[in-house]
């Protein structure tokens, strides 16, 4: 690689500019032109049956305009994450999404249309060789049409979801985006953004400063909390609305459809899990012990076993995942060394960045842009390898057809959790002593814990609160109840102190593009770790498959990617327990290692 990398990223590249880019704004025009002129073709069709001949041009038609509203709100939630206060660009944010509100609403006319073919002259179009290839991803989208409102319907509520539904999460943004949080070092008080603080809070060696800074975050977001459970309320009323309307009674059903997943294959996942939480439990309670604590509190089950030293500059991680993609498959590092090279990564610690990390790409020009705070702990090595794994996911499917790169949230953890895995047990290969295998093997633990409990009380609180907002809106207090009571409950107890106000600081509670934002976490994490399992055992030729399987992640079912790829069902406890025992194996070595001395 260069000598020396940058660690912010490269925008100007897409559109220069930033917000106020006259190339961006051109691009908007057309884009708007060319939505109109897709509208324009459906409304010919008047919710009228159509053949093949009519068809493919419209979704040829449908697939540029998804490339270019990609491209745009990719450029646009990079700039609001960059820079919280960039109030142009939330501006621009909003565009966007009423410009998808317009498309979304020629779809659903277009549905309409699709509604009224006969179903053996459907058959005919899907076997026709120009829709071969978007097959699946055409039928689906038939099937989910008949479980909504009639098209006029669903119109209108898209178009209402701009300023209403839409609008709630974009409220969350702004009031996160103002939300400081004071840390004194050296005597010295700084207003940490709350991405800076949360790497504080989890990653600082001293009990002491994560302590302070848990405190001083559970006030930040307790000031207004009367705000956040505005904004939380609102969406989630909005969805039992409208999931009413369209005669759903489960509120598990879209996040489940978006899934393409059954539900007892959810159920079989989390049952499994609670059935091996007995380990983690025991390894939660000897890292309290090793860290001097009677019990540890939520700002320490991220807390690290070892010295800042073990810390890797930006170059010396970068370098360090490149190296080790490498080892499992060549491309994989030749395309890592691509995205380090060209600047796609923002993974500057600096004050008014956004929370979190995220990977977007931009179809148009075929690369991806990494968001993160970079500090240089394991956790952010692992933060940075999940990804990248996420932009190699993109890479690989590319050259398909737009309708079929579109994979749902749980298999899009699959690339992401299997890179972090791949730089994980390396960093643990390495270890020199039996302190630093100590700490790593935490680290890797760590995943475990936020998959099997962090990810499971999420889930637990948003099937509660849900059913709790059918009968109105909750109360902060009973937001803070369930928030603490499912942290319990997923934890089995095991910790002195939670946080209440989670429901508040976590952004992807007030997530408008993916309801139930959680369990696909967890998912990710145990098909990740067979497909793991199964590279290890095969070795270099398992590449081809892996790639063959994210390929089709687009276009299958998970139980049937699992079977044709993997030969596995997943609505059995088998696979879901070989892929826990991985981590239960993780878990036993440091039980070991960490053995009090007689």
Known sequence: MK?????????????????????????????????????????VLNGQAADADALYPLFEAMQAVVVRIRNAYAFVRC??????????????????????????????????????????????????????????????????????????????????????????????????????????????????????????????????????????????????????????????????QLYKHRGWDEVLAEPLDIGRMERKTLDVMWETIAQNKAPFVAYLERKARVLGLEKLSWCDYHAPLGSAESRMSYQEGAQFIVDQFAKFSEPMAEFAVKAFEGAWIEAEDRPGKGPGGFCTSFPIQQESRIFMTYDGSPGTVATLAHELGHAYHQHVMNDLPQMSQSYAMNVAETASTFAEMIVADAALRAAKTQEERIALLDNKLENAIAFFMDIHCRFLFETRFYEERKRGPVSVARLNALMEEAQQEAFCGSLSAYHPHFWASKLHFYSTGVPFYNWPYTFGYLFSAGLYARALQEGASFQEKYVALLRDTGRMRVEELAQVHLGVDLQQPDFWQAAIDLALADCAEFMKLTEPSV
Do not use: C
Request: aromatic share 8%; proline share 2%; charged share 25%.
């Open 3 to 43: 000598t020396q990398l940058r660690d912010a990223w490269e925008l100007e590249t897409i559109f220069p500019g930033g917000s106020t880019s006259p190339e961006y704004a051109k691009f908007m025009e057309e884009t708007n032109e060319q939505v109109a002129a897709f509208a324009q073709q459906v409304a």
């Open 79 to 240: 700039l609001t994450a960059q820079n919280v206060q960039d109030r142009e660009a939330k501006l621009q944010l909003g565009r966007v999404q009423q410009l998808n509100a317009a498309f979304n609403s020629a779809n659903t006319l277009l549905d309409q249309s699709l509604l009224a073919i006969e179903d053996a002259a459907w058959q005919a179009i899907l076997a026709d060789a120009r829709f071969r290839e978007v097959a699946f991803n055409l039928d689906e989208r038939r099937t989910r049409a008949k479980g909504k409102l009639p098209s006029q319907q669903e119109m209108l509520a898209g178009d209402l979801a701009v300023d209403g539904y839409h609008a709630w999460s974009g409220l969350y943004s702004t009031l996160i985006g103002r939300v400081t949080i004071p840390h004194e070092v050296d005597g010295d008080v700084k207003q940490l953004s709350v991405g800076q603080a949360q790497n504080v809070m989890f990653s600082h060696p001293e009990r002491d400063v994560r302590a302070r800074v848990f405190h001083e975050w559970e006030a930040a977001f307790t000031r207004d909390e009367d705000l956040f459970a505005h904004a939380l309320n609102s969406l989630a009323g909005y969805r039992l």
